[in-house]
């Protein structure tokens, strides 16, 4: 029998090991310096950063290197050693009497406790020409790093996530198809331990064939439970993990925000988050590593579906809470917040990001920045938009916003919402036009009420494409939508070239028929009747959808707004709806072709008018003389009195006292209704659904 004298596993995993190695070039280079004592080279190299991140495998490499360069190599995994000054030694003692020795530590936050002793006993026993690193989870201890003795022999590094070309590096390396890289980038957010379980799985579903399926691409069960424990270790309590689970779902956690959620523990908790190694800290709060964010959501979405759903929709209503209250100054930050929890629906994803809104910041135009505003219009959409763009700087200068590069602090995007209330400008600018006539196709805007359209959404560099400044545009507008007040209609106008449909149909904001003309260029208006689907509805609806996959429409539907819309009724035509309701209660088929059927009162609060009556009748008791109205109202319409002289009868009233007590009482209920029918709010009386 012959032998393969090929040489042996050891070697065969080096090198396979060697070629699949990416990234980490500046860290390399800092060891090669220190392996070939350079000038000003540091001899011990202090690696921190949480699990996954790579550091054994950074570590692996130093050793190879440090064969190469024929120097001893000594070994020690805090995991296998005791945490005790004895064992340590005895384990590292090569290091102290051979001659130039690489001491290469791994997993030290499992010995932590041995921090001072190492710093002040061993690590100076070593002789000159000795290299040493480091690598745990937990950084040194401020008392080292700052200690001028140590100051020109150590060197820190928090070793972070593989930038996007590394880890496309690494998937290649791996053998993973380059049609597959982008749906495994997503997830793994350029961890290195991710990246090498995506990559397996990836591999294994393209050999067999199944490849189409990882193009959507979204860990299992078996993948997360892997990489949790080694992610994040085991919370000290289910309070620890409970913050953990708010930090991964928010897109940035506060110590208010974790109080509102888990009440007075909050300063320990949001105390204990940020000292967790794969936790960042910013001026807003804290956020995870990416891969422990994604990680931590499928988990719990895994294990307790419906408790994911209840705390999902309890983040939700505090987030939704919050906009509503947020100064003008917090509004993007407030909305992109609310917004991040929809960043598992693709189509959001894909038309937002959070990640480079920081390269540009969002400002009122003041009177100096007009002409640049003008100017980018010009650039992007004509002479003739930009001549409209100062017509409305003139009728509605705090309309407009500029967009600033953090870099430059020069403006290069601006947009406006134009709040309206009459028809002033529709002779000027065709797009406002434009809405005024879509939106009087759906019934007259009422008393109190205006619309909103998002106009001049421009940033020349890349007009009308997924940027940070239309993000932050989109963020804008949507928290406008969520803080208004009887706001009948809203329109986004882009240009009509079909680039939006698809994403804004998608949120229920349907194409107009018409495409107004403005220079060369069509536009396309994107509307949404708040009356007829107000915000609170409609967020519920998305966060349904989102959570079941499942948004309650057909392929078919997706192209057009749906058949059935509620009756928008003026307020005399609201009025005698109501009279005519309160005569029909005892009459059901009567009662049914009411246009208050399809009011959002009625639909917002049930979809029972007699319902929604019978609560408006009882509303009365509660008020100031509200009892002598409810008698006549009940006698009269609710028991059914022949005629309205029984009714004074039966209650023992003067007819005339009577009929001025039941004309006031359908006067008041028509008053209530109609305050709910603009406001959306729920009547009073069995508990409603709640913003989700």
């Known amino acids: 029998m012959s032998v393969d004298r090929r040489g042996s596993f050891a070697e065969r995993l080096t090198a396979a090991r060697d070629r699949s190695f990416v990234g980490r070039d500046a860290e390399q280079a800092l060891f090669l310096d220190a392996l070939g004592d350079r000038p000003g080279a540091s001899p011990v190299h202090y690696l921190h950063g949480p699990g996954g991140i790579g550091k054994s495998a950074l570590l692996r490499r130093f050793a190879q290197e440090a064969r190469r360069a024929g120097r001893p190599v000594v070994e020690v995994d805090g995991r296998t050693v005791a945490p005790t000054p004895e064992a340590f030694a005895a384990e590292a003692e090569e290091a102290v009497v051979e001659s130039g020795a690489v001491l290469l530590v791994d997993t030290f936050e499992q010995c932590q406790g041995l921090e001072g002793w190492l710093w002040e006993q061993f690590l100076p026993r070593l002789p000159i020409g000795a290299v040493v690193v480091i690598a745990g989870r937990i950084p040194p201890d401020a008392r080292w790093v700052s200690d001028p003795g140590w100051a020109g022999l150590l060197n820190v590094v928090a070793l972070r996530n593989l ?126 590593h990416d891969v422990v964010r994604e990680s ?173 400044p239309t993000t932050l545009t989109q963020w804008r507008a949507m928290g406008e939508i969520f803080r208004a007040d009887h706001l009948a209609w809203h329109f986004i106008v882009m240009r009509d070239d079909g680039f939006w449909n698809d994403h804004l149909t998608h949120f229920d904001m349907w194409p107009t028929a018409d495409a107004p003309v403005v220079g060369d260029h069509p536009y396309r208006l994107f509307g949404h009747d708040w009356r007829a689907q107000p915000v609170i509805s409609w967020l519920a609806a998305k966060t349904d959808a989102m959570l079941t996959g499942v948004d309650g429409r057909d392929a078919g539907e997706a192209a057009a707004p749906p058949a059935a819309e509620m009756s928008v009724l003026s307020r005399p035509e609201f009025d005698a709806a109501v009279r005519d309701a309160l005569r029909a209660l005892r009459r059901p088929g009567v009662l049914a072709g009411n246009p208050l059927t399809r009011s959002r009162v009625v639909v917002h609060n049930g979809g029972s008018l007699t319902g929604v009556l019978e609560r408006a009748v009882a509303a009365l008791t509660g008020e100031r003389g509200g009892d002598k109205r409810h008698r006549a109202l009940v006698t009269t319409y609710v028991k059914g009195a022949p005629t309205q002289e029984a009714a004074a009868e039966r209650l023992g009233l003067p007819f005339s006292t009577y009929r001025r007590h039941l004309t006031s009482a359908v006067d008041r209920v028509a008053d209530l209704l109609w305050k709910h029918e603009l406001s959306g709010t729920p009547l009073p009386g069995p508990p409603q659904s709640s913003v989700h």
Not at 180 to 193: D, M, R
Not at 325 to 332: H, K
Not at 365 to 390: F, I, K, N, T
């Open 163 to 288: 930038v996007p070309g590394e880890s496309l590096a690494f998937l290649s390396a791996r053998g993973v198809p380059d049609t597959l890289h982008e749906a495994l980038l997503v997830f793994t957010g350029g961890s290195p331990l991710a990246l090498a379980l995506a990559a397996a799985v990836a591999v294994e579903a393209s050999r067999h064939g199944s490849a189409a399926t990882v193009l959507d691409w979204t860990p299992s069960a078996d993948v997360v439970a892997t990489l949790l424990p080694q992610l994040i270790g085991d919370p000290p309590s289910e309070a620890h993990r409970k913050a953990l689970e708010i930090c991964a779902h928010a897109h940035v956690t506060s110590e208010s925000l974790l109080r509102a959620l888990l009440g007075e523990r909050a300063p320990e908790l949001f105390t204990w988050l940020r000292a967790q190694p794969y936790v960042e800290t910013t001026t807003q709060g804290l956020f995870p």
């Open 296 to 468: 931590l959501v499928s988990d719990l979405r895994c294990r307790d579906p419906e408790g994911f759903a209840a705390f999902h929709k309890e983040l939700h209503q505090h987030l939704f809470e919050q906009l509503r209250a947020a100064p003008t100054t917090q509004l993007l930050q407030a909305t992109g917040a609310l917004l991040y929890l929809y960043r598992t629906d693709g189509h959001m994803a894909r038309f937002h990001d959070w990640q480079d809104t920081g390269r540009v910041y969002d400002g009122p135009c003041l009177p100096a920045d007009e002409a640049r505003v003008v100017e980018l219009v010009g650039q992007a959409e004509g002479a003739e938009s930009a001549d409209l763009a100062r017509y409305w700087l003139d009728e509605q200068p705090e309309a407009f916003r500029v967009y600033r590069s953090a870099r430059t602090d020069e403006i290069i995007a601006c947009s406006a919402w134009l709040r309206l209330t009459d028809q002033r400008g529709c002779e000027v600018d065709p797009v406002v036009a434009a809405a005024w006539a879509h939106m009087r196709g759906h019934g007259p805007l009422r008393a109190g009420e205006h619309l909103a359209v998002a106009r001049f959404t421009v940033h020349p560099e890349h007009y009308q494409r997924p940027s940070p």
